[in-house]
T-cell receptor, first 111, second 115 residues
Framework: DAKTTQPPSMDCAEGRAANLPCNHS???????VYWYRQIHSQGPQYIIH???NNETNEMASLIITEDRKSSTLILPHATLRDTAVYYC????????????FGTGTSLTVIP | DAGVIQSPRHEVTEMGQEVTLRCKPI?????LFWYRQTMMRGLELLIY????????DSGMPEDRFSAKMPNASFSTLKIQPSEPRDSAVYFC?????????????FGPGTRLTVL
């Protein structure tokens, strides 16, 4: 699975959009980009995933660059409850369902 | 569905004792995963099962660790003998058969402290 690089920490004002970047320059053509988050003392939670098109769901939007070497997770209106560690993972589906979590980005939403 | 269930939620034991962590996956999920999380090493995959069969145990730290899945609704992770460096939060997760979604559902974790 491709290696990902994320900033260790970020701050965001409550109510503003949080934009979390992820670099995955060695991503392969069949690898998807997944985002999970982990709120303190809880297990990780799936947010969104995509291959090459931008994706949106009720939680977030995922913007993937045309060359697929980087992506951005967008939380449109961050709330205090969005304070968590966000993990960007790239992997090919149907490869044994393994996820390798890196160190992620610790997002702090400030009142 | 109640989600992935883990027990106990907290475990404090003394070095050398046997520890057994338990997990009940979401009904209908074919995959079960055991992870360990520490401040130093982050979230690590220990082992995962497909249809109750261990597929990859390369993340199991050493022979003191063993995992079983006797049926589709139950799995255990055992540490014998336990050591202080085993102190961590252990998560169990489950997912359905492979698909592009590949969403894993995590349990609340078991916080293990070995004194």
């Amino acid at each position: 699975d491709a290696k990902t690089t994320q900033p260790p920490s970020m701050d965001c004002a409550e109510g503003r959009a949080a934009n979390l970047p992820c670099n995955h320059s060695t991503i392969s053509g069949n690898e998807y980009v997944y985002w999970y988050r982990q709120i303190h003392s809880q297990g990780p939670q799936y947010i969104i995933h995509g291959l090459k098109n931008n994706e949106t769901n009720e939680m977030a939007s995922l913007i993937i660059t045309e060359d697929r070497k980087s992506s951005t997770l967008i939380l449109p209106h961050a709330t205090l409850r969005d304070t968590a560690v966000y993990y960007c993972i790239v992997r090919a589906p149907n490869t044994g369902n393994q996820f390798y979590f890196g160190t992620g980005t610790s997002l702090t939403v400030i009142p | 569905d109640a989600g992935v269930i883990q027990s106990p939620r907290h475990e404090v034991t003394e070095m050398g004792q046997e520890v057994t962590l338990r997990c009940k996956p979401i009904s209908g999920h074919d995959y079960l995963f055991w992870y360990r999380q520490t401040m130093m090493r982050g979230l690590e995959l220990l082992i995962y099962f497909n249809n109750n069969v261990p597929i990859d145990d390369s993340g199991m730290p050493e022979d003191r660790f063993s995992a079983k899945m006797p049926n589709a609704s139950f799995s255990t992770l055992k540490i014998q003998p336990s050591e202080p460096r085993d102190s961590a939060v252990y998560f169990c997760a489950s997912s359905q058969a492979p698909s592009t979604v590949d969403e894993q559902f995590f349990g609340p974790g078991t916080r293990l402290t070995v004194l």
